[in-house]
């Protein structure tokens, strides 16, 4: 299993400032994801970051606005960068563990962003 | 991404119902279909699993119904109860052996309310 903490849980932004999310992972992983959340709809994959390599973005998302770090197995952060109030959203960190028969998918609970 | 079409968009059960969700797929590549269950404030916490060599598979009161041939898969909760109260989300992938194609692509999420 994995025990993902993200920091901050919620904050409130300004239009224009960034912010930056912090995903913390109690065990050695490689494989880790960036999702958004819009409230009361499905997850969207804003990139895959693994150890080693540069992140990999969806369409729709790109490295200016969302510039993701992963400088060990247990670390990533994602930036949210010169926010406007369309970003306000549920930013989720995902890793993957990966078993003998299956791989499972762990979520943190997510931090809440609203700007303003 | 491929679409993973999920229904109804909301359920509401008695105490001691059953509920079931539906899912359908596209892309005949996919061979992991997980369920996630997902609490207010928390992050989505996988609920039960299925790969597509069994037709069925059952983890106390949840069951996964999956159809290769009509590329649809079901969620059922035996004796629901309040607790189950959630919003749930089906997904699927295809699983590979390479560290960076892991990826999960989500319906849109039912949200189950269960009544005493």
């Known amino acids: 299993s994995a025990v993902i903490s993200q920091k901050p849980s919620r904050d409130i932004c300004q239009r224009g400032t960034s912010l930056t999310i912090q995903c913390q992972v109690d065990?050695?992983?490689?494989?880790m994801f960036w999702y958004r959340q819009q409230p009361g709809q499905s997850l969207t994959l804003i990139a895959t970051?693994?150890?080693?390599?540069?992140?990999?973005?969806e369409s729709g998302f790109v490295i200016d606005k969302f510039p993701i770090s992963r400088p060990n197995l247990t670390f990533s952060t994602l930036t949210v960068s010169n926010m406007s109030p369309e970003d306000s959203s549920i930013y989720l960190c995902?890793?993957?563990?990966?078993?003998?028969?299956?791989?499972?998918?762990?979520f943190g609970a997510g931090t809440r962003l609203s700007v303003l | 991404q491929q679409q993973v079409k999920q229904s109804p968009q909301s359920l509401i059960v008695q105490k001691g119902g059953i509920s079931i969700i539906n899912c359908a797929y596209e892309?005949?590549?996919?061979?992991?279909f997980p369920w996630y269950q997902q609490f207010p404030g928390k992050g989505p916490a996988l609920l039960i699993a299925?790969?597509?060599?069994?037709s069925e598979k059952k983890e106390g009161r949840f069951t996964i119904s999956f159809n290769k041939s009509a590329k649809q898969f079901s969620l059922h909760i035996m004796d629901s109860q309040p607790g189950d109260s959630a919003t749930y989300f089906c997904?699927?992938?295809?699983?590979?052996?390479?560290?960076?194609?892991?990826?999960?692509?989500f319906g849109k999420g039912t949200k189950l309310s269960v009544i005493p």
């Open positions: 995902s890793v993957v563990v990966r078993g003998l028969a299956k791989n499972i998918q762990y």
């Open positions: 065990s050695q992983v490689t494989m």
């Open positions: 970051a693994n150890q080693g390599s540069e992140a990999t973005y």
């Open positions: 299925i790969r597509p060599d069994v």
């Open positions: 892309n005949t590549a996919f061979d992991y």
């Open positions: 997904a699927a992938s295809v699983l590979s052996s390479g560290a960076g194609s892991y990826q999960l692509t």
